[in-house]
């Protein structure tokens, strides 16, 4: 079943396309959770996208994992994440991906190129558009804060924008999160 204050948005996500954007700790992630535990069926993904670099981060995902039910296959795929919905939108009741903002960190890592970034940001939404079943992504809001220091930080802020706006242009429903309440927007 859907969690308590989304039963009023249940019809708009059936076979949708959601967003789930807010803050660090807005309740983003268990919140997405819960609303991809009320699709139906029993085949539910759950592609991370965050690597375990340090012990915190390795807490983190843990407590991650204790929120799913045993009925969620978990993929590890911190760069590939088109190619990695391509490949199981076919198979699966729900997707949820969590999250865009440490994919776009990622792609930062391996390539540091935003225009190659820009590329990779344009084959997901090509994937979001494709693929057959509900999907439901996760992100962080970083345009509310101040201008960064330094340039690298810039080009991070930028292209989550950038990411983040694209992904919400793909979706049906948009949900931001604010102390943990849920809000629709779109």
Not at 22 to 33: E, W
Request: some cysteine; glycine content about 6%; charged content about 25%.
């Amino acid at each position: 079943m859907f969690p308590a204050g989304i039963d009023k948005f249940r019809s708009v996500f059936v076979k949708e396309k959601v967003f789930v954007i807010g803050g660090c700790r807005s309740g983003k992630s268990s919140y997405a959770v819960k609303l991809a535990e009320g699709f139906a069926g029993d085949r539910k993904i759950y592609i991370a996208t965050a690597t375990p670099g340090d012990d915190e981060m390795r807490q983190r995902i843990k407590q991650h994992q204790k929120e799913r039910s045993k009925n969620w296959t978990t993929i590890e795929e911190p760069v590939l994440l088109s190619e990695a919905i391509n490949e199981n939108s076919q198979k699966a009741g729900v997707i949820l991906v969590d999250c865009l903002t440490l994919w776009v960190s990622n792609l930062f890592l391996q390539q540091n190129d935003e225009v190659k970034i820009s590329g990779d940001i344009k084959r997901l939404t090509q994937s979001i558009e494709s693929a057959p079943c509900p999907l439901i992504f996760v992100s962080n809001e970083v345009g509310s804060g101040i201008v960064p220091e330094n340039r690298l930080s810039r080009l991070f802020r930028d292209s989550i924008g950038f990411a983040n706006q694209n992904v919400a242009a793909c979706c049906n429903s948009v949900i931001i999160m604010v102390a943990g309440i849920a809000v629709k927007i779109k």
